[in-house]
């Protein structure tokens, strides 16, 4: 029979695992009596956890939440889990950056050396970008196998599935440098050795090889901030910070139904039914088209080259509509 602490732990770890459990079955796995259980149940209570009774056929015991957060206890995933959850919302922007730096201190403290060596490993870099698109699943042995690499500046061989197929491409090296998050997805910043350049690569796509290479003396991301970096490539920016392609229109739209959709614009008020949009984009056609999907009058500013795109897409708009009629 486990000692009195190790047998509170578990029942403790127990009644966090399922909402309701029947007093018997918490008996039979602790392998004591239903006596002992209650003995515990109330040893439990004075320690702050809320536990209730319930009865019935198969009365028993259910964990409430409380008006104060007892101690926890998490499995290794579930505390590894909660440490990355943590990194990543230091970086957020949300407000809690200096709450999320003490927890995940408390947490790091009390884990034992094996998981502590884990999240050591696993730094990671998250770059806030609103998204409604699904987020793929990273296998979470993937995730730590690159951590470990970035952290332990090692040369990194791995093969890379490319959409929409797997192809017999031979594995790549890189000297991997971040771990970042961006649009709800995981990628991997590293120096290419083959190509010498910079990539970014989906992290779920990913399948590391081993063992690890050799050692390298990490350089400096361009520009210096990884953040900054990575939203530049995905803007397929030239490293100026900003969208290489930004116009100014008027919408017949008010002003704050405009800003519930702009992301990343500036949106200014004229009139009650009307207001100024200044946006960014890849191209000067996706500019157009992101702005055509407001249902309003549209007044281009500038520049002439926005004026061009939304001449091109309402020829090709004209002739996609001619050719169903046919």
Same mark, same amino acid.
Request: no cysteine.
């Given at each position: 029979m486990q000692k009195t602490s190790a047998r509170l732990l578990s029942l403790l770890s127990l009644l966090q695992a399922r909402r309701d459990w029947p007093g018997e079955l918490l008996a039979e796995r602790l392998d004591v009596s239903p006596r002992t259980v209650?003995?515990?149940?109330?040893?439990?209570?004075?320690?702050?956890?809320?536990?209730? @009774?319930?009865?019935?056929?198969?009365?028993?015991?259910?964990?409430? @939440?409380?008006?104060?957060?007892?101690?926890?206890?998490?499995d290794d995933d579930q505390a590894v889990a909660l440490a990355v959850a943590l990194q990543i919302a230091i970086t957020t922007g949300a407000g809690i950056e200096e709450a999320a730096a003490r927890a995940l201190t408390t947490v790091r403290q009390v884990m034992p050396a094996r998981l502590r060596r884990r999240i050591d490993t696993l730094q990671v870099t998250a770059i806030e970008r609103p998204t409604s698109r699904p987020a793929p699943q990273v296998d979470s042995t993937v995730l730590m196998a690159l951590g470990a690499a970035v952290h332990a500046r090692e040369v990194l061989r791995f093969d890379y599935t490319s959409a929409p197929a797997p192809g017999a491409a031979p594995p790549r090296r890189v000297q991997p440098h971040h771990l970042v998050t961006w649009g709800g997805r995981w990628y991997l910043v590293a120096w290419d050795l083959d190509r010498e350049d910079w990539r970014t690569f989906r992290a779920d796509r990913i399948t590391p090889r081993t063992p690890t290479g050799p050692r390298f003396t990490p350089r400096d991301v361009p520009g210096g901030d990884v953040a900054a970096f990575v939203a530049d490539r995905f803007r397929g920016s030239d490293g100026s910070g900003d969208w290489p392609c930004r116009g100014e229109v008027i919408l017949g739209l008010p002003a704050a139904e405009v800003s519930r959709h702009t992301i990343d614009g500036v949106v200014e008020e004229l009139t009650p039914n009307r207001c100024r949009l200044v946006l960014g984009s890849w191209s000067w056609p996706a500019l157009a088209a992101t702005i055509g999907r407001f249902d309003a009058d549209i007044e281009v500013v500038g520049p002439a080259e926005l004026q061009d795109a939304f001449a091109r897409l309402a020829r090709r708009y004209a002739d996609a509509a001619s050719a169903t009629t046919r």
């Open positions: 209650r003995r515990d149940v109330d040893r439990l209570r004075e320690l702050g956890y809320p536990i209730v @009774a319930f009865k019935g056929p198969d009365g028993g015991y259910r964990l409430e @939440a409380g008006t104060e957060l007892p101690p926890l206890l998490f």
